[in-house]
């Protein structure tokens, strides 16, 4: 089993920068996939960003794009997520989540951490 912490949120003002950050526990494997979910007030959790176990591979959503960067900490058993030019949409609890990836390429199971608070004052 994978454990997952997220920390790191809080009020930032818009226009302002974050860090956020997850610390993985447990378990590891040799293909794995890492993810950063956002939750915004009264809608459905949605994709924010990903990257591979080595960080040579990385995705974003478009409403991002260009201002998050995600990454693999210099610990590596953490993941980070750079947040500049934050907007009042950007408020939302962040969740970092890890697949198990099987050798054929399917996933296996997606481990979920508990989130951080991100607000974001206009």
């Known amino acids: 089993q994978v454990q997952l912490a997220a920390s790191g949120g809080g009020p930032v003002p818009a226009g302002g920068s974050l860090r956020l950050s997850c610390a993985a526990s447990?378990?590891?494997?040799?293909?794995?996939?890492l993810f950063w979910f956002r939750r915004a007030p009264g809608m459905d959790r949605e994709f924010v960003a990903a990257?591979?176990?080595?960080?040579?591979?990385?995705n974003y959503a478009d409403s991002v794009k260009g201002r998050y960067t995600i990454s693999r900490g210099n610990a590596k058993n953490t993941i980070d997520l750079q947040m500049n030019s934050l907007k009042p949409e950007d408020t939302a609890v962040y969740y970092c989540?890890?697949?198990?990836?099987?050798?054929?390429?399917?996933?296996?199971?997606?481990?979920w951490g508990q989130g951080t608070q991100v607000t974001v004052s206009s």
């Open positions: 989540a890890a697949d198990r990836i099987r050798p054929g390429g399917s996933v296996e199971y997606r481990y």
């Open positions: 990257i591979s176990w080595s960080g040579d591979s990385t």
């Open positions: 447990g378990r590891t494997f040799s293909s794995v996939l």
